[in-house]
């Protein structure tokens, strides 16, 4: 039974929220999910420690080529900001994927996160872009790679109850480096999507340097495809060899078939296709902006 909602202005004073109420409290800012589960019985707790007002959590900001994104910082926030348009162009258009405007407006991209819905369009493109999260509690700090922070389906090893994620943190861009996102959803649909994929790429002249190839939903969390990744470094950019490295990343997908999202072959089946669109849609942003640098020299 809920018997207080605790609003503390600085982290020091949430944690130590948490450490009074003994596994008793739990985490909320945006409540997109949390707010549904309370009620359904999913979720037991005494008290809500709410940590949108907490300043330094709300900002994205931007030091020594890294990008910090506060843990209540919304999804349309991170769509919207030209920041993240210019240098994390993926996260931006997964957040903008996220649900409908009322949610974006509301929900975080910190707890899109931790909720570990393998499908969390902002989760699969924080994990291609290399993002780890920012961890505090009662006995310190710590950082976790996202790509870590899955449990399980539906399961974060973040402790809400005890754990406080304070930020995102990714590095930015550089100019001979960029990122795609791509979705498939049902049509006029405001749900998790039935796939989606998030890339980032690192060109050397004509050659792709690295890659970091994400999808979902095909296993308990974003899957890094890392045998799409083996296929692509080093490799002259071709249309061929983005189609071979499509066919690998897929060949590591093991969806479910499920009657929201589609089958599991229909789902094998159009994924290479995804991963071939979002790898494309990434080295034409890549060259994009060396055109540009040119033309300006």
């Known amino acids: 039974m809920l018997k207080d909602y605790l609003l503390p202005e600085t982290t020091a004073k949430a944690v130590s929220l948490l450490d009074n109420c003994k596994g008793q409290a739990r985490i909320i800012s945006g409540g997109t999910d949390l707010l549904l589960d309370l009620p359904d019985g999913k979720v037991a707790t005494e008290y809500l420690i709410d940590i949108s007002r907490i300043a330094e959590l709300k900002e994205i900001s931007l030091e020594d080529g890294v990008i910090n994104i506060g843990a209540a910082v919304t999804h349309n926030q991170v769509a919207k900001s030209d920041l993240i348009r210019e240098k994390a162009p993926a996260l931006a258009n997964a957040a903008g994927s996220v649900g409908s405007c009322q949610i974006r407006n509301s929900g975080t991209v910190v707890g899109n996160v931790v909720n570990a819905q393998p499908a969390a369009d902002t989760a699969v493109a924080l994990v291609a872009l290399g993002a780890s ?24 090893i973040v402790d809400s109850t005890a754990q406080l994620v304070t930020c995102v943190k990714l590095p930015a861009a550089l100019a001979h480096q960029g990122s795609a996102f791509v979705r498939l959803e049902q049509r006029k649909a405001l749900a998790l999507p039935m796939l989606n994929v998030a890339v980032m790429v690192s060109l050397e002249e004509d050659k792709f340097e690295w890659v970091r190839i994400c999808m979902a939903p095909v296993g308990p969390g974003p899957l890094r495809a890392t045998a799409g990744e083996d296929v ?34 229909y789902r094998l089946g159009v994924l290479p296709g995804l991963i071939a669109k979002a790898l494309e849609a990434a080295v034409t942003r890549v060259m994009e902006k060396t055109n540009n640098i040119g033309e300006e020299v």
Do not use: H
């Open 133 to 156: 999260a920012e961890i505090v509690s009662s006995g310190g700090k710590t950082s976790i790679p996202v790509e870590k922070m899955y449990a399980g389906v539906g399961k974060s």
């Open 232 to 265: 692509l470094r080093g490799a002259k950019i071709s249309p061929e060899l983005i189609n071979k490295a499509a066919r690998a990343a897929a060949n590591q997908a093991n969806p479910r078939s499920s009657a929201l999202r589609g089958s599991k072959e």
